[in-house]
């Protein structure tokens, strides 16, 4: 008799904020877990800590979303966890969630900061995506993350928005052409949220807090809690009919 085997979830930036909240609700819906730090291997061994409490298995392995060049060394450790830490082959779902803002007006954004944007946000996930598909399951899915920003624009994110906007056009592409493979593809968009992404300005500025509070529908700002479930919603049997979608969990910012 075949034993039926957990779900497995690639969570890319998973050591802290969205991705740390990402990686726990998706334990908590029964999924296994790999998350991908940079340079923060403590707190991702803590988040992997945390999965494994709430008896899941997990595992952190580092990656820079920006090098290209290194994902087939990252893919040959995932394997090696895939079959040591999981007993399996492949992995189910990526979720494409590692980043970071830049604030510069258009005006004054530099090329190495629109690189570095391009680097991250598309042409590392585009990338990152066309191999993990190598070693993913079909039947399984992808969930890609947006921003409120590429709805309505908020000076000074001109490039981090617009790498955004490449990204919602990528995912019903994806969408399109793994449909043959049963694997879904959608993009969840958050809106401002208290993290220290940018800074913490959402969270540490009392008057930017306020603006934001005042310009959503529900009366306050984003926390990491509000987006993480949504994420786990779409890598379950729940959201099976769900394709191709940008998803808004903005709490109705800017209506």
């Known amino acids: 008799m075949e034993i039926h085997k957990n779900k497995i979830a690639l969570v890319t930036g ?40 709430l008896g899941q298995k997990a595992v952190a392995i580092q990656l820079n979303v920006s090098e290209v060049s290194s994902f087939d060394l990252f893919f040959q450790k995932v394997s090696t966890a895939l079959k040591s830490t999981f007993d ?22 530099t090329e190495s900061q629109l690189d570095d944007m391009v680097n991250i946000h598309f042409k590392g996930a585009f990338f990152l995506t066309q191999k993990a598909l190598q070693i993913m399951n079909d039947g399984g899915g992808i969930v890609n993350i947006s921003s409120g920003l590429t709805r309505f ?8 928005a617009s790498m955004k906007g490449a990204m919602e056009t990528l995912t019903k592409y994806q969408a399109k052409e793994l449909g043959a493979r049963k694997i879904r593809v959608n993009i969840v968009a958050p809106g401002a949220i208290e993290t220290d ?59």
């Not at 050591?15 to 909240?21: F, N």
């Not at 990526?94 to 005006?107: K, R």
């Not at 624009?153 to 981090?160: K, L, N, T």
């Not at 990491?224 to 969990?249: H, M, Y």
């Open 88 to 109: 399996a082959e492949n992995f189910d779902f990526l979720v494409n969630n590692a980043g970071v803002g830049v604030h510069e007006s258009f005006l004054t954004t």
């Open 153 to 160: 624009s908020f000076p000074g994110y001109a490039a981090y």
């Open 14 to 53: 998973g050591s802290r904020g969205l991705g740390k909240d990402m990686a726990l609700n998706l334990a908590k819906k029964g999924l296994d877990v790999i998350v991908t730090y940079n340079n923060k291997n403590e707190e991702a061994e803590a988040v992997v800590a945390e999965i494994q409490k």
């Open 197 to 255: 992404f940018g800074g913490g300005a959402v969270r540490d500025n009392e008057q930017l807090n306020q603006f934001i509070a005042s310009v959503t529908a529900l009366g306050r700002v984003g926390l990491p809690e509000d987006i993480g479930s949504v994420i786990a919603f779409l890598c379950t049997e729940d959201a099976k009919w769900v394709n191709a979608q940008r998803i808004e969990v903005s709490g109705g910012m800017n209506l």
